[in-house]
Structures are given as C-alpha cells and as structure tokens.
C-alpha cells in the first residue's frame, strides 16, 4: 500500500508559476513509477508527466512539454512537478499517482488505469 498526499496548488495568474509536491508514505517510494494527471471541470483526466523509479526518464503530455518538469527525491519520498508559464487551461484538480508494475510506452504512461494508487487531489486555478 501507498498513501499519496499532493500540496503546492493554488491560484496563480497567467504566466506564473508553481510548484507542486507529491508526499508517499508506505510501501518503499523508488519502487513505483509516478505520474501527475489532472482533470478540468466537465473534462475527463488527462495525463500530464510521467517519471521512472529512479528519476531518469521523464516523459510529458504535448500540451505541457516544455513548461513543466516533474523530478523526485526518493530519499524524501516525494515527486514534484514545476509549472511554469500557466495557462489558463492548466486550471485542473491535479493528482499524482504511483505505478508498481512500471510498465512502457505512451500508451501505458498515459493511461490512468495502469497506476495503482492516487492521491486526493490539488487545486490548481490559472487567472487573467
């Protein structure tokens, strides 16, 4: 079991940036892959980045590459995603979540149903 616990949201203007933080407690941190996902009112979720177990590869939804960075500190137990340069539609409920089966490729990196557990959320409002 993986508790997932996400911090860092919050209201930011157009082209501002933040920081959001993924906590893990229970089952050993580097063992999973993570992911960020989030999803807009009336939208279903979408996929956004994507990390390996130990932090070397990286892989992002279009919509983000470039703006985005997700990285972990396994010694923290934590994940990370730096956004910058907001839009107005990255305003989502933003969650992290872990993968134990790691598996590869797009389809499986995008696909929410190959994460095994996920946190509770955080709000994320990008305004003019």
């Known amino acids: 079991q993986v508790q997932l616990v996400e911090s860092g949201g919050g209201l930011v203007q157009a082209g501002g940036s933040l920081r959001l933080s993924c906590a893990a407690t229970?089952?050993?941190?580097?063992?999973?892959?993570m992911g960020w996902f989030r999803q807009a009112p009336g939208k279903e979720r979408e996929f956004v980045a994507r990390?390996?177990?130990?932090?070397?590869?990286?892989y992002y939804a279009d919509s983000v590459k470039g703006r985005f960075t997700i990285s972990r500190d396994n010694a923290k137990n934590t994940v990370y995603l730096q956004m910058n340069s907001l839009k107005l539609e990255d305003t989502a409920v933003y969650y992290c979540?872990?993968?134990?089966?790691?598996?590869?490729?797009?389809?499986?990196?995008?696909?929410?149903?190959?994460?095994?557990?996920w946190g509770q959320g955080t709000q994320v409002t990008v305004s003019s």
């Open positions: 990390i390996s177990k130990s932090g070397v590869l990286t």
């Open positions: 229970g089952r050993t941190f580097s063992t999973y892959a």
């Open positions: 979540a872990a993968d134990y089966t790691s598996g590869y490729g797009s389809s499986w990196y995008e696909n929410g149903a190959r994460y095994d557990y």
